[in-house]
Each structure stands twice: as structure tokens, then as C-alpha cells.
């Protein structure tokens, strides 16, 4: 006789094969992690945008266009949309209850946080090389 269907199964060996699809414990981390990063980003930004106030555009231009202040810059947008896409992930799973409602609203989400970040470092890239339009 197979145990396929679980008859000959207890219930602790029954609710082990009714785990996670083993995705939840990377996106725990993966929204933590790039919080931290936010964290430790957030006050190097507000130096950096207070150093601006009363700066004309050419000493902005060249402050962005360091090589640190460009790389930190883009890790910032990257860490941002991506830690934006992941919570607003969670709200939609939690609040939203019709599963076509559900992908729409996801596909919305991941394609603004994409078009947002592509959208920043396009324009940190060009800061930063400083390209006449």
C-alpha cells in the first residue's frame, strides 16, 4: 500500500510537508538587509544635501559627480525601490484578497519601482559624466 496520500502519515510528519515555499525567510532578510544599508545611508544623503544649500548647479554637478557620492548614490536608489517593492509586496499579499486584483496590483508595483530606479541612475549617470543634453 503507498503512503502517497498521507493516510499512514502523523500529523507532525503531515504538517512538515505543508511548509513554506521557502521564499518567506529570504524576503525577511533581503527587506532587512536593505533597510540596514538605508540606515546607514540616510545620514551620509542629509550631509550631502545640506552641504547643497546656497551651492550653485556647477558645485553641485561636481560634488554628485565624485565617484563615491555617484556609487553611494546609486546604491541608495537601488536599496530604496527595492526595499519599497518588498514592503509594499507584503501589504498587497496581507490586505488584497482577489487573486487577479493581487497580480495586477504587484506587477504595477515591481514595474514602478523598476521604471524609479532605471529612471535615477539614468539621471546620477548623467550628473555624474556630467553629459550636455
Known amino acids: 500500500m503507498s503512503s502517497a496520500n ?22 525577511f532578510w533581503w527587506q532587512r538587509v536593505t533597510a540596514v544599508v538605508l540606515a546607514l545611508l540616510v545620514p551620509w544623503l542629509v ?20 565617484p563615491w557620492n555617484a556609487i553611494l548614490l546609486s546604491v541608495f536608489v537601488v536599496a530604496l525601490f527595492w526595499h519599497a517593492q518588498m514592503g509594499m509586496q507584503v501589504v498587497i499579499e496581507d490586505y488584497v484578497h482577489t487573486r487577479a486584483t493581487e497580480l495586477v496590483l504587484q506587477f504595477l508595483v515591481i514595474l514602478a519601482c523598476v521604471v524609479g530606479a532605471l529612471a535615477s541612475l539614468y539621471a546620477i549617470g548623467r550628473i555624474a559624466l556630467m553629459i550636455a543634453p
Request: charged share 15%.
Open 47 to 66: 550631509g550631502l544635501l545640506v552641504s547643497f544649500v546656497g551651492a550653485d548647479l556647477a558645485s553641485v554637478q561636481f560634488a554628485l559627480g565624485k
Open 6 to 27: 498521507g493516510r499512514y502519515r502523523n500529523p507532525m510528519q503531515r504538517a512538515r510537508a505543508l511548509g513554506s515555499a521557502k521564499s518567506g525567510t529570504a524576503h
